[in-house]
């Protein structure tokens, strides 16, 4: 199976660098996706990892190591508008499996 | 560009009635398309998904089915609803080929009362 599992919530100074764990089982798997969610809106792409490493836009990073079912978002130079919730998802075929999300909440 | 549409935005309904929830998708062509269901502080939940007209898979047991009509819209329904139907439903939609990442719509909020 894909079970995703990520904290569920994380606070951080406006400015700072917060990093968001994933971890999940690798049956089947193949690629990685995060996407931000802010409440009561629709999800909206980040990232994709297929292969191990970091994957750099702007001020996000994603980060990807297949071996150890592990990957993380990095969120750095944090804005007041990136208080929302972060879900990582694994791709098996075209589908995915999403976790829980973690929600960030960013402090002045 | 691609443009995805939901309706209706909002709905409240009582148990036992009928839901029909539609998703359309414009600018692309044969895209796969997914229901999701999002309770309240929960993940995205899989409900059902198609690679072309006619064509639906469920991935979950319910109350629910899902039709696709035409190429670009997508259909969840019910026959009668209950009270833990509630909650955020998006639909998505993803290019075959590439990574397939997925696109959402706005969603629609569904209270059952």
């Known amino acids: 199976g894909q079970n995703i599992d990520q904290p569920t919530e994380m606070t951080a100074t406006e400015g700072a660098i917060v990093q968001i764990n994933c971890t999940y089982q690798t049956s089947g798997f193949n690629g990685l996706f995060w996407y931000q969610q802010h409440a009561g809106e629709a999800p909206t792409f980040l990232s994709y990892?297929?292969?191990?490493g970091l994957e750099e836009k702007g001020r996000f990073s994603s980060f990807l190591s297949r071996s150890k079912g592990y990957s993380y978002l990095l969120l750095k130079e944090l804005q007041m508008k990136d208080s929302a919730s972060y879900l990582c998802?694994?791709?098996?075929?075209?589908?995915?499996?999403f976790g829980a999300g973690t929600t960030v909440t960013v402090r002045a | 560009s691609q443009t995805i549409h939901q309706w209706p935005a909002t709905l409240v309904q009582p148990v036992g009635s009928p839901l029909s929830l539609e998703c359309t998708v414009e600018?692309?062509?044969?895209?796969?398309l997914y229901w999701y269901r999002q309770a309240a502080g929960r993940g995205l939940q899989l409900l059902f998904y198609s690679v072309g007209i006619g064509q639906i898979s469920s991935e979950v047991p319910q109350n629910l089915s899902a039709s696709r009509p035409q190429d670009r819209q997508f259909i969840l329904s019910s026959k009668k609803l209950l009270l833990s139907d509630s909650g955020f439903y998006l639909c998505?939609?993803?290019?075959?080929?590439?990574?397939?990442?997925?696109?959402f719509g706005p969603g629609t909020r569904l209270t059952v009362l």
């Open positions: 998505a939609w993803s290019q075959l080929g590439g990574y397939n990442e997925q696109f």
């Open positions: 990892n297929v292969l191990d």
């Open positions: 600018g692309t062509s044969n895209p796969n």
């Open positions: 998802a694994g791709r098996r075929d075209y589908k995915l499996s």
